[in-house]
C-alpha cells in the first residue's frame, strides 16, 4: 500500500473529469471510475487519494484478498486499483458504506467486465472516462463553451483556431491515451499494436472469455473499425471481417466479442436517439459504431496520414457515405462531445430515420434542452450542410435550441439561419 498526502503530480494534466469528481466526492462515499485500460484512470484517481491498494501488484492482492475489510484501517480516501482482481473487495466498500456512509472514502478503478456480487446502488456510483479528447490534449486556445450552448439565449459563438486539417489527422493518428502521447512513428505503432494484443490475448481472457483464434477475433475488430461513425448492421461487419470465407460464422459466435468488448469498453456504441415527447416518426434504433479511440481503427487498418489525406481507406470496406477520414473526425469529436455531455449530466444520441433520409451525427439532451451537432471534415458550411439541422429544428421547434457543424475550418461564427459554425479545436467543457 502507498500511502501519505494526496498526490499532485505538478505535470498531471487536468482532466474533463476532473469536475465531476470534485463535485461527486464531495456528497459520495465511494465512485468506480469506469473506463477502457490506458486513459488515465488511475493516474487521475491518484491525484486525489491519500493511500492506494494497487490491487495488480502481488502484496496488496494477496493482502486483501485474506482480509478484504483490512481497508477499513486505511487513510481515506483510498483508492481501490483494479478493484476486478479480488472482487469480494467490493462487498468489503460496499458494506463499510453501510456503518459510514461520509463523503470521500474511496475511489475504484478497473478496466474488465467482472460482475460484482452486488450492483452497489445507492453505495458505489459509476463515473465514465474516456480517452483525452482535443480540449484535454491543450492543443490551442478555446473559445466555445459546451455547457453555454444549452443557456437561455444563444451562445456567443467566436474564435480563430490555428489547428489545419493536418493537425486534426495527427491528432486522431497520435490518439487521447495519455501514456502514448509523447510517441510518434513505429514506436506508437507497436504500442497500439500492444495494446490490441493485452485485449484479445489477456483481457478477454481473464473475463472468462477463451479466445480459440485470436486473428479472427482481430480481424471482426478491424471491420468494426471500417465501420467507425456508421450504423452498419452486424451481419455486414462479419462479412467484412471474413471476406473470401464460405462459411460465415454464426451470430452466436461474435456475440460474446461484442458484449465482452463493449463491457471492457473498446467498443463505445453511440445509441440512436428515440424521443418519446415528439411527432418524429420511423427513426431508426442502431447504434453508431465507435471504437474507444480513433488511433485503434486507424492503427487496425494499417492507415498513415497520406492514406487518410488522399483518401485511400484500406483493403477492409464498408457501406459508408463519406471517406474513412470523415468517419474518424466524427469519432475525434464524439471524445469532445461525450465527455462534456457527461459534466452537465446530459446524454449524448446519434439521429437516423428509416430511410437515410435525414441523419444528424449527435443530439445532445438536458433538462428538455436539445443541442443538434454535425461534423463536417472541411472548413467551409453551406445550406446543404445544415439541412438536416433544420429538419429536425421545424420538426421539434422550441425544444432545439442550438444547432451546431464542428469543422476543421479557421473560424467559428453563426450563420444567418442561427446555426453555429465551431472549429472542433475550439470546443470547451
Known amino acids: 500500500m502507498i500511502t501519505g498526502r494526496p498526490h499532485h503530480d505538478p505535470a498531471y494534466i487536468p482532466r474533463v473529469i476532473d469536475q465531476e469528481l ?3 466526492l464531495a456528497q459520495l462515499p465511494a465512485l468506480l471510475l469506469d473506463g477502457p485500460r490506458a486513459v488515465g484512470k488511475t493516474t487521475t484517481a491518484t491525484q486525489r487519494c491519500a493511500a492506494v491498494r494497487r490491487l495488480d501488484t ?3 492482492r494477496q493482502l486483501i484478498a485474506a482480509d478484504p475489510f483490512m481497508i477499513a484501517d486505511d487513510p481515506a480516501p483510498l483508492l481501490i486499483d483494479e478493484w476486478q482482481r479480488v472482487p469480494p473487495v467490493w462487498d468489503a466498500v460496499r458494506r463499510l458504506i453501510d456503518d459510514d456512509s461520509s463523503p470521500n472514502q474511496f475511489l475504484l478503478t478497473g478496466s474488465a467486465p467482472f460482475a460484482p456480487g452486488h450492483s452497489g446502488a445507492g453505495r458505489i456510483a459509476t463515473i465514465r472516462m474516456r480517452p483525452m479528447n482535443l480540449y484535454e490534449r491543450q492543443l490551442c486556445p478555446t473559445t466555445i463553451s459546451f455547457a453555454k450552448l444549452f443557456g437561455d439565449t444563444p451562445a456567443k459563438i ?3 483556431c490555428k489547428l489545419s486539417l493536418t493537425d486534426y489527422v495527427d491528432q486522431i493518428i497520435a490518439g487521447g491515451f495519455p501514456g502514448m502521447r509523447h510517441l510518434v512513428g513505429v514506436a506508437q505503432q507497436r504500442q497500439l499494436d500492444s495494446y490490441l494484443e493485452a485485449i484479445v490475448t489477456h ?11 485470436p486473428a479472427t477475433l482481430i480481424a471482426w475488430l478491424r471491420a468494426y473499425a471500417a465501420a467507425t461513425a456508421t450504423a452498419t448492421t452486424w ?3 462479419r462479412d467484412a471481417s471474413t471476406s473470401g470465407m464460405a462459411n460465415k460464422p454464426p451470430r452466436t459466435t461474435t456475440l460474446p466479442y461484442i458484449e465482452l468488448l463493449t463491457s471492457l469498453r473498446i467498443l463505445d456504441p453511440l445509441d440512436a436517439w428515440l424521443p418519446t415527447n415528439n411527432h418524429l416518426a420511423r427513426l431508426t434504433s442502431s447504434p453508431k459504431h465507435h471504437l474507444a479511440d480513433p488511433a485503434l481503427a486507424v492503427r487496425l487498418l494499417s492507415r498513415n496520414r497520406l492514406h487518410l489525406l488522399s483518401g485511400q481507406d484500406g483493403s477492409v470496406t464498408v457501406p ?3 471517406t474513412l477520414l470523415g468517419a474518424l473526425f466524427e469519432s475525434l469529436a464524439a471524445l469532445s462531445i461525450r465527455t462534456f455531455a457527461q459534466t452537465i449530466g446530459a446524454k449524448t444520441f446519434h ?3 428509416e430511410s437515410t433520409r435525414h441523419e444528424i451525427d449527435f443530439i445532445v439532451e438536458h433538462q428538455d434542452k436539445i443541442v443538434a451537432i454535425e461534423s463536417k471534415l472541411g472548413s467551409s458550411v453551406d445550406d446543404h450542410d445544415v439541412r438536416h439541422l ?4 421545424d420538426r421539434v421547434g422550441d425544444a432545439v435550441v442550438d444547432c451546431v457543424v464542428l469543422t476543421t475550418g479557421i473560424d467559428a461564427y453563426r450563420r444567418s439561419d442561427g446555426i453555429a459554425v465551431v472549429p472542433l479545436g475550439l470546443l470547451a467543457p
Do not use: A, H, Y
Request: glycine content about 10%; cysteine-free; aromatic content about 6%.
Open 351 to 353: 439521429l437516423r430515420t
Open 22 to 24: 470534485d463535485v461527486l
Open 203 to 213: 483481457d478477454l481472457t481473464e473475463s472468462g472469455f477463451k479466445v480459440r483464434r
Open 235 to 237: 451481419e455486414k461487419i
Open 158 to 160: 467566436s474564435g480563430t
Open 58 to 60: 502481488n502484496n496488496d
Open 320 to 322: 459508408r457515405d463519406g
Open 390 to 393: 433544420k429538419w429536425l429544428r
